[in-house]
């Protein structure tokens, strides 16, 4: 009898087991990261060096300042909204903090704070435009990321801003460590704020009240309203929270290069873009998780970090670029008809 009652109770265990891995197979997540390790086996066999610690160390410095941007724009996607302004907010709120810093001489707490308070204005200003005057979010975002870019440039006369003060571009070191081969390998300021950030978001989106009225504005905004879901609050929190984001992002790369340039974040829209449809982000709303941004971010570090270190032209990476989002963007949709007609045949079948 014991041995029938051990074998009852293996049997929910196996399926259960099975049913997890089916669920793992079914995450994004599991293929991305299956993906970068075959990238990155690719990689360190064509290339020597590729999975050194000093470089993975510089990959991850590289790209913190688009993975930051990349917290802000997965959670505008998952609230159902996009967003191709959050370069240029990240430009104008860098500059206008370095003008402060450099020609009014004020402290870094003011001008830290004035650079922040800049994006999520910046990005506000967009929440209203979509919400209150009903226009569409893709529309919105690129009109404001016209206007921003251009009054900056008009304004700055395209011209850098070098005069930095110490506090701003002192490289800060959290961890140091010497390599066999005599490199240093530094856990610097931008990569210790791209781990807070991501976890600030994550904790936001899986933690807090907020971040699962996100998901179900994303999922279905109107079926959210009618439960009594502040949509108006939630467009200011997305399109703010990604403002805040982008302006420490450009603050970031100012601190990273000792330098403010207006136009440093030309044409990093796509990649971040790319890199949270990657990971799973839907373009549709209401899908979308932390790690699979920070894993998307990986993998396109790891594809444009192998492929120079090929010699293999930049234009290749953009191509890389293009047919993620193109392949995201019809998964997406074919996921979508799909779900609608399983739900056609199970009305039909309920009516039968």
Same mark, same amino acid.
């Given at each position: 009898?014991?041995?029938?009652?051990?074998?009852?109770?293996?049997?929910?265990?196996?399926?259960?087991?099975?049913?997890?891995?089916?669920?793992?197979?079914?995450?994004?997540?599991?293929?991305?990261?299956?993906?970068?390790?075959?990238?990155?086996?690719?990689?360190?066999?064509?290339?020597?060096?590729?999975?050194?610690?000093?470089?993975?160390?510089?990959?991850?410095?590289?790209?913190?300042?688009?993975?930051?941007?990349?917290?802000?724009?997965? +959670?505008?996607?998952?609230?159902?909204?996009?967003?191709?302004?959050?370069?240029?907010?990240?430009?104008?709120?860098?500059?206008?903090?370095?003008?402060?810093?450099?020609?009014?001489? =004020?402290?870094?707490?003011?001008?830290?704070?004035?650079?922040?308070?800049?994006?999520?204005?910046?990005?506000?200003?967009?929440?209203?435009?979509?919400?209150?005057?009903?226009?569409?979010?893709?529309?919105?975002?690129?009109?404001?990321?016209?206007?921003?870019?251009?009054?900056?440039?008009?304004?700055?006369?395209?011209?850098?801003?070098?005069?930095?003060?110490?506090?701003?571009?002192?490289?800060?070191?959290?961890?140091?460590?010497?390599?066999?081969?005599?490199?240093?390998?530094?856990?610097?300021?931008?990569? +210790?704020?791209?781990?807070?950030?991501?976890?600030?978001?994550?904790?936001?989106?899986?933690?807090?009240?907020?971040?699962?009225?996100?998901?179900?504005?994303?999922?279905?905004?109107?079926?959210?309203?009618?439960?009594?879901?502040?949509?108006?609050?939630?467009?200011?929190?997305?399109?703010?929270?990604?403002?805040?984001?982008?302006?420490?992002?450009?603050?970031?790369?100012?601190?990273?290069?000792?330098?403010?340039?207006?136009?440093?974040?030309?044409?990093?829209?796509?990649?971040?873009?790319?890199?949270?449809?990657?990971?799973?982000?839907?373009?549709?709303?209401?899908?979308?998780?932390?790690?699979?941004?920070?894993?998307?971010?990986? =993998? =396109?570090?790891?594809?444009?970090?192998? =492929?120079?270190?090929?010699?293999?032209?930049?234009?290749?990476?953009?191509? +890389?670029?293009?047919?993620?989002?193109?392949?995201?963007?019809?998964?997406? +949709?074919?996921?979508?008809?799909?779900?609608?007609?399983?739900?056609?045949?199970?009305?039909?079948?309920?009516?039968?």
């Amino acid at each position: 009898m014991p041995d029938a009652l051990s074998v009852a109770g293996a049997v929910p265990h196996a399926s259960d087991g099975r049913a997890g891995l089916t669920r793992l197979r079914r995450r994004p997540e599991f293929w991305l990261l299956l993906v970068i390790l075959i990238v990155g086996a690719l990689f360190s066999a064509l290339a020597p060096g590729f999975l050194s610690l000093p470089n993975v160390i510089d990959l991850l410095e590289t790209y913190s300042v688009q993975a930051v941007m990349a917290m802000g724009l997965f +959670v505008v996607l998952v609230a159902g909204g996009i967003d191709i302004s959050f370069a240029a907010t990240a430009s104008v709120s860098q500059y206008c903090a370095a003008l402060l810093a450099s020609q009014m001489g =004020l402290p870094a707490p003011l001008v830290i704070l004035a650079g922040l308070l800049i994006g999520t204005a910046l990005g506000c200003l967009n929440a209203a435009l979509i919400f209150y005057l009903r226009i569409t979010s893709i529309i919105a975002t690129i009109a404001m990321m016209s206007v921003s870019f251009s009054l900056l440039m008009y304004f700055s006369g395209g011209r850098s801003i070098y005069t930095l003060p110490d506090w701003w571009t002192t490289r800060i070191t959290f961890f140091q460590t010497e390599t066999a081969s005599g490199d240093l390998a530094r856990i610097t300021l931008p990569i +210790v704020l791209m781990i807070v950030v991501a976890l600030v978001t994550w904790a936001m989106m899986t933690r807090l009240s907020v971040g699962r009225q996100l998901y179900a504005m994303g999922g279905n905004a109107e079926a959210a309203r009618r439960i009594g879901v502040p949509i108006a609050r939630l467009h200011f929190v997305a399109y703010g929270y990604l403002g805040f984001t982008a302006a420490l992002a450009g603050m970031l790369q100012a601190h990273r290069v000792g330098e403010s340039v207006p136009n440093a974040f030309a044409n990093t829209e796509l990649a971040v873009l790319s890199a949270a449809v990657l990971g799973g982000a839907s373009l549709t709303g209401g899908i979308g998780t932390v790690p699979g941004v920070l894993l998307g971010i990986v =993998l =396109l570090a790891m594809l444009q970090n192998g =492929l120079n270190l090929l010699g293999v032209s930049s234009y290749f990476f953009q191509i +890389v670029i293009g047919l993620t989002i193109l392949v995201s963007t019809s998964v997406t +949709v074919i996921s979508s008809r799909r779900g609608r007609r399983l739900r056609g045949i199970g009305e039909a079948s309920t009516h039968g």
